[in-house]
């Protein structure tokens, strides 16, 4: 009787070596590990990362252009950081430019510019009456800074949120006149908003350049209106203005 032989060929590889209960351990306590320090920095960015202070939010901004002038509206939200609420409590000044500047459209070369305005809003609080005062100038700057400026206007308000609204507003601003505006040709206002530094005193402005918590700032382009308004004339106090047309007004019958 024939007999047969079965046989399985072995593997020749080494057989795996299941880690030891240390080493899965220390395995476990690495990634462990690096959680808490990714987390440890994270926490470290929110506590120590500078604050930084948010752009105007812009409420209106509109041009009107009548047979005098082009004027300027605009209405603005600041939200200063605590850095710069912090300094103008130690009565230090804060100035705010702002800066309107008109071009002609050239297709053949860049675009002309025909005019500019500015306006330079001064900002103190007064600790002695506990007030805040806003004054107007229309200069940018002199070889003394800020306290070179010829004001000629001054307004006080008892919370500094009213007196950034004032800073943060202005109504028809006369920005250019009309002889700067050529008829038929196009226009475009380049405006800006801005916290200027280089009004204040020279200690302040040491490093302040890269400090984003004193980045006050917004700008805008806006296309002038080719055609000018009809100037309506000012109203009397109590008189109101009626709409006229040519239909004859309209009787009720009696009742």
Same mark, same amino acid.
């Given at each position: 009787m024939d007999k047969t032989a079965f046989f399985t060929p072995g593997s020749t590889r080494r057989p795996l070596e299941r880690p030891s209960r240390a080493t899965r351990w220390s395995a476990v306590l690495n990634r462990a590990v690096g959680h808490l320090r990714g987390l440890f920095l994270a926490l470290?960015?929110?506590v120590f990362w500078p604050a930084q202070a948010q752009a105007p939010l812009l409420d209106q901004l509109t041009l009107q252009r009548t047979t005098e002038a082009l004027y300027l509206s605009a209405r603005m939200e600041i939200n200063p950081s605590s850095v710069v609420e912090d300094a103008l409590l130690k009565a230090v000044p804060l100035y705010f430019v702002w800066r309107a500047?008109?071009? *002609?459209?050239?297709?053949?070369?860049?675009?002309?510019?025909?005019a500019s &305005?500015?306006?330079?809003?001064?900002? $103190?609080?007064?600790?002695?009456?506990?007030r805040w005062r806003v004054s107007l100038s229309n200069?940018?700057?002199?070889?003394?800074?800020?306290?070179?400026?010829?004001?000629?206007l001054h307004q006080n308000f008892d919370t500094l949120s009213e007196a950034l609204a004032g800073v943060a507003r202005v109504? *028809?601003?006369r920005i250019a006149g009309a002889d700067r505006l050529e008829p038929? &040709?196009?226009?475009?206002?380049?405006? $800006?908003?801005r916290l200027d530094l280089s009004l204040l005193p020279?200690?302040?402005?040491?490093g302040m350049a890269n400090q984003p918590e004193w980045a006050i700032e917004l700008q805008r382009s806006l296309a002038v209106p080719e055609g000018a308004e009809a100037e309506k004339p000012p109203l009397g106090d109590g008189v109101q203005a009626v709409e006229?047309?040519?239909?004859?007004?309209?009787v009720e019958p009696a009742r």
């Open positions: 470290l960015c929110l500047d008109v071009y *002609r459209y050239r297709w053949y070369w860049t675009d002309r510019r025909v &305005a500015f306006r330079t809003l001064r900002l $103190a609080y007064q600790p002695l009456t506990r200069e940018t700057g002199s070889s003394n800074g800020g306290a070179g400026l010829q004001y000629a109504s *028809r601003w038929g &040709a196009s226009h475009r206002v380049e405006f $800006a908003f020279r200690p302040f402005q040491i006229v047309t040519g239909e004859p007004p309209k």
